[in-house]
């Protein structure tokens, strides 16, 4: 493949990014993705759209996050200067409400008032019902069984917050079974509700509509090293489930060709295992939920069960413009195991007071591996993209009870 | 070119009757009970086969066909041993159309060109992709046009006046109008609601509209049929599948007949209906 002048521009106007992406869906699903991608265009040109995003992301997301020096953490491990974008200090605790703010926004536009949505960790579910909640919005999250049964403080948050929780018992009943019965949610209800997918994946253009939501962080990181240290990163890092607190890391320097850029796969018990939800590094292009992707799967085109301790990472698929990303060789896809993410939750609890959220933990986990590797000028920016509150048991379960 | 579907139409309109087109899992519950089932079908009175592709993630389906998918991959049934299947129907039956009905990623993994090939020579009539939408044509519709394969393009109630063109421009063979806004065996139709829609489609369009999505009993499949081409009967018949089965999950003496004899109720039902000439 020849490498493009710009990584940025895409997607093309069908929704593809190179040989990923497009509009997989079900005929009834159809003509709603065009009105939604119209609406969209004319958002994002309208100003009082953008005063609007811009006015809740200061008062009520609480933006801009920190972009914070990690001075033990660089200490302890020798090398790089390490910078940690405060993601997880937003309000509801993560990344995630940048993207849903946007998307309910544009729901009521729509004047759609009932607002569904897939989470796995339940960070997005929380950041969803949470905006539903502020606008006055029905919400129905679903949710595979089995994070419901991991992830109960955010079960727990999601219903205080007025949501309804559907737990999903089809399939591997996690993730992805809960995005195809969101999906099935919508083509039943497509009059009245606007599904708020929660990462850069699905048909064109939530791709790219998420991505543009979440480049809020590349941009103010650009803006805060700047200030600090009169200049741009020498690296990226940020761990990559579906993508999107990486594709809005990444995504303001993709065509800064000195940054090197890492996505971090989860590699659950390690990629020969089998059990991992790694699908750039142990995938093969197929298509689900929407768009062509890599995805775990097997001979026959059946989609695998992911496993990752994270169950925000515990996705057989990634969104399309990484597999993008990674098939022009701009991106490098790192995989890490559920051992070395608990390495890093630990030592970034202990070096710097921060308990992160399993998800970016795995970016830690490479971050140990990375930075001593460096030479101490080079700026290094992690995306902290969760707090770990919400996993403080599933990490005790891990470690014999220790905490 | 005349291809078994479109023979099939020219046939039932012939006879001033609707046609039932009955749809069951490959490989469920198990290859050769679904060999069984295939081959009892039109002796019962399916006019028309739909042959659903099981996949692990079917999105636009109700939990009856996304139990009798995981059935099927339970028991081992791939694309492959789907055309296997339809191979071993059409060595006693050249006349019924097959239309394999299914998710596009299978076919995707086993290759576009290879898998149209593989199932022209199998005895395949036609494809119902549900992911494929007209703006994803040239991923397979229009190369299994080309290969001889009729693409039946899925209308629904969101399809609107301004979209029907292009949905029905690369369709072939006839035009699977989904009767309700939902998953398959969900809702219930509204006869005259669906009577109206496909009076707006054949405004469009020559083709033949058969109607499902819903339609569960001999009398909503008549009701139905009053005012289509043909009526597709889907998750009522793999429900029949699963009741017939033991605790294991495993077929029994009563799987076969169980479902002959609801195709046969359908038929008498859809059959008792009269059209006018079309």
């Known amino acids: 493949m020849t490498v493009p002048n710009s990584f940025r521009t895409g997607p093309d106007e069908r929704g593809h990014f190179g ?58 491990l020798g090398g790089a200067k390490i910078y940690l974008k405060r993601e997880e200090l937003n309000h509801t605790g993560s990344h995630k409400v940048n993207n849903v703010l946007g998307q309910i926004l544009l729901a009521r536009r729509m004047g759609k008032q009932r607002i569904i949505a897939e989470t796995g960790a339940g960070q997005h579910g929380v950041a969803t019902a949470t905006l539903c909640a502020r606008f006055g919005l029905e919400c129905v999250v679903y949710m595979g069984a089995v994070d419901v049964e991991r992830q109960k403080p955010n079960v727990f948050r999601m219903n205080m917050l007025g949501a309804t929780v559907i737990p999903v018992t089809s399939g591997s009943r996690t993730l992805k079974d809960a995005m195809n019965e969101a999906l099935r ?131 057989p698929g990634i969104g399309p413009e990484h597999s993008y990303l990674h098939d022009v060789g701009r991106v490098t896809y790192l995989p890490c195991t559920d051992q070395e993410a608990l390495a890093g939750f630990q030592l970034l609890s202990k070096l710097e007071g921060i308990i992160p959220a399993l998800e970016c933990a795995h970016a830690v986990g490479k971050v140990m591996e990375l930075a001593p590797t460096k030479p101490q000028d080079h700026l290094m920016v992690m995306n902290l993209s969760g707090r770990g509150d919400k996993d403080i048991f599933t990490v005790a379960d891990h470690l014999g009870g220790q905490l | 070119m005349t291809t078994r ?42 006019d028309v086969i739909e042959l659903g592709v099981p996949f692990t993630d079917p999105m636009a389906d109700g939990p009856a066909i996304q139990a009798a998918g995981l059935r099927a991959l339970k028991a081992g049934q791939t694309l492959a041993k789907t055309l296997d299947l339809v191979r071993a129907f059409r060595d006693g039956d050249g006349v019924t159309p097959i239309v394999l009905m299914g998710y596009f990623n299978p076919i995707y993994v086993y290759g576009v060109p290879r898998f149209l090939a593989d199932a022209k020579a199998a005895g395949v009539d036609g494809l119902i992709v549900v992911d494929l939408p007209p703006e994803e044509d040239d991923e397979l519709c229009l190369p299994a046009l080309a290969a001889g394969l009729d693409f039946i393009r899925l209308a629904t109630p969101t399809t609107d006046d301004g979209r029907l063109p292009a949905v029905l421009a690369q369709t072939a063979g006839f035009v699977y109008y989904v009767s309700i806004t939902g998953i398959t065996g969900s809702a219930t139709p509204d006869a005259d609601l669906v009577s109206a829609a496909v009076a707006r489609i054949k405004r469009h369009t020559d083709l033949p509209v058969a109607v499902g999505f819903g339609v569960r009993t001999p009398e909503q499949a008549a009701a139905i049929a009053k005012g289509a081409d043909g009526v597709v009967v889907g998750s009522a018949l793999v429900e029949a599948v699963r009741a017939s089965l033991d605790e294991n999950g495993a077929a029994t003496s009563r799987t076969v007949a169980d479902v002959e004899t609801l195709v046969r109720q359908l038929a008498d039902a859809v059959r008792g209906v009269r059209r006018g000439a079309a």
């Open chain 1, 19 to 76: 040989n990923h992406g497009g509009r997989f869906v079900a005929e009834t699903l159809m003509p709603l993705i065009l009105r939604l991608e119209a609406a969209y265009e004319a958002a994002k040109v309208d100003p009082a759209f953008k005063a609007e995003m811009d006015f809740h992301l200061a008062h009520y997301v609480g933006r801009p996050s920190p972009l914070y020096f990690a001075e033990r953490l660089t200490e302890h």
């Open chain 1, 185 to 315: 949610d919508w083509v039943t209800n497509v009059h009245d509700t606007f599904y708020c997918i929660g990462t850069v994946a699905g048909p064109h253009p939530y791709p790219s509509m998420v991505r543009d939501f979440q480049s809020i962080i590349g941009k103010e990181t650009r803006a805060q090293l700047l200030e600090a240290e009169g200049r741009g990163p020498d690296s990226l890092i940020a761990a990559v489930g579906g993508g999107s607190n990486a594709m809005g890391l990444f995504h303001e320097f993709l065509d800064d060709p000195e940054v090197e850029i890492f996505g971090v796969e989860a590699a659950g018990h390690g990629i020969s295992s089998g059990q991992h939800a790694a699908s750039i590094t142990g995938g093969r292009p197929g298509v689900l939920h929407g768009n062509r992707t890599y995805l775990l799967m097997d001979g026959d085109g059946q989609i695998a069960e992911a496993h990752s301790i994270s169950a925000g990472l515990d996705y």
């Open chain 2, 5 to 46: 579907i479109s023979a099939r139409f020219t046939d039932l309109a012939a006879a001033g009757r609707p046609g039932l087109v009955t749809f069951i899992t490959a490989g469920d519950p198990d290859f050769a009970t679904s060999l069984a089932l295939l081959k009892a079908l039109p002796a019962a009175g399916a």
